[in-house]
């Protein structure tokens, strides 16, 4: 069974930085491409970020050099280092397969920008 536990959120100020982590089990995780999506309240789920088993990345327009995403494949975990965060990041995190995501996604992990 797929499980995708997502962590690290939180409330933060403009400017500011957030770690998330994924830890994911059921999957043959290095094999797959990772990726991380958000949902602002209101708004379709967006993929943000998406890294390789080969570690190649890419990203949303609007979080290019701001936001890096990584894996550790031994430890089934994947992040996105979030820095000079802005208001309209304010979002439900969620990770996944980079394409075709499965259908049970994680309880996400919410990041709130605000001052």
């Known amino acids: 069974q797929v499980q995708l536990v997502e962590s690290g959120g939180g409330l933060v100020q403009p400017g500011g930085s957030l770690r998330l982590s994924c830890a994911a089990s059921?999957?043959?995780?290095?094999?797959?491409?990772m990726g991380w999506y958000r949902q602002a309240p209101g708004k379709e789920r967006e993929l943000v970020a998406r890294?390789?088993?080969?570690?190649?990345?890419n990203y949303l327009d609007s979080v290019k050099g701001r936001f890096t995403i990584s894996r550790d494949n031994a430890k089934n975990t994947v992040y996105l280092q979030m820095n000079s965060l802005k208001a309209e990041d304010t979002a439900v995190y969620y990770c996944?397969?980079?394409?075709?995501?499965?259908?049970?996604w994680g309880q996400g992990t919410q990041v709130i920008v605000s001052s």
């Open positions: 890294i390789t088993r080969s570690g190649s990345t």
């Open positions: 059921g999957i043959i995780f290095s094999i797959n491409t």
């Open positions: 996944n397969l980079g394409y075709s995501p499965y259908d049970n």
